[in-house]
């Protein structure tokens, strides 16, 4: 790695620990820049996932205020998470690399499309929060609310970018609850899968330490940013950035 590389790949892990505490999406920057590196796309997503673990962590705990009164919930949840990113880690691991260069496009491509939507979803979950309407008869969404992230974590355990925007959609839609207070509960899902995923691939996976070290501490420094700065960025401009990037990964995977 020389100096240049290192120094896009700690900026990418600044931007994406920003971007993850904030809006979730955070890997749609790292993932192409390590690509663009020259890392092989299984590896640069294996080294991702270990390298952003670290901000992940600071991101959820700079959200602690908003998690009292929901302890009963995290757990539910991270239970769930861990199990869904054992999942999605495995499929990944055993699938062949050939498979995940025809599926990742695929997912960048819903994760923009997610990104894109995330207003209009905002807007209607809070819509159902105002009304009091309830999709489920279960407290906290009950089963189905577990099944859904469940299936999160097996995503995100797989690849992971735009995890954070499927995890507030679905926690708006079961939970009554203040959109920031929400957006804390998806922090500590989103860092449970990180973190399951990235200890079954330190153990089994083809690693870029040097990547993972260089992309922590830009992510312990972003999750820092996105807990206190980010929460004042205007949204539009973080989507915006997350867009482009996207479709740039997507297309860089498909040439």
Do not use: H
């Not at 700079?62 to 880690?89: D, F, K, P, T, W």
């Not at 609310?145 to 995890?163: H, N």
């Not at 203040?178 to 449970?192: C, G, H, M, P, T």
Request: aromatic share 8%; glycine share 14%; with cysteine.
């Amino acid at each position: 790695m020389t100096p240049l590389e290192a120094l896009g790949i700690l900026a990418a892990g600044i931007g994406a620990g920003t971007i993850n505490t904030v809006v979730g999406s955070g890997s749609l920057i790292t993932f192409p820049v390590l690509l663009a590196f020259g890392y092989p796309p299984v590896v640069a997503n294996v080294s991702n996932t270990i390298g952003i673990v670290s901000g992940s962590v600071t991101g959820a705990i700079g959200y602690r205020a908003e998690m009292r009164g929901q302890a009963g919930r995290l757990v539910r949840l991270a239970v769930a998470s861990a199990i869904g990113a054992v999942i999605g880690g495995v499929l990944l691991l055993k699938l062949p690399a050939d498979a995940f260069q025809f599926i990742v496009p695929v997912l960048i491509v819903t994760a923009v499309v997610l990104i894109i939507a995330q207003p209009w979803l905002n807007r209607w979950t809070a819509r159902r929060r105002a009304s009091g309407r309830a999709v489920s008869r279960f407290r906290d969404g009950g089963p189905y609310l577990l099944a859904g992230v469940l299936c999160s974590g097996v995503y995100g355990g797989y690849f992971g970018a735009a995890q954070g925007v499927i995890l507030i959609a679905l926690l708006g839609v079961f939970i009554t609850e203040s959109l920031q207070r929400i957006n804390a509960a998806k922090n500590v899902a989103a860092a449970v899968v990180n973190g399951v995923a990235a200890v079954l691939f330190a153990f089994v996976a083809p690693v870029a330490w040097d990547a993972v070290a260089v992309l922590a501490v830009g992510s312990i420094i972003g999750g820092v940013v996105g807990s206190v700065v980010g929460r004042r960025l205007p949204p539009l401009a973080l989507r915006v950035v997350v867009i482009g990037v996207g479709v740039y990964a997507a297309a860089q995977m498909l040439v």
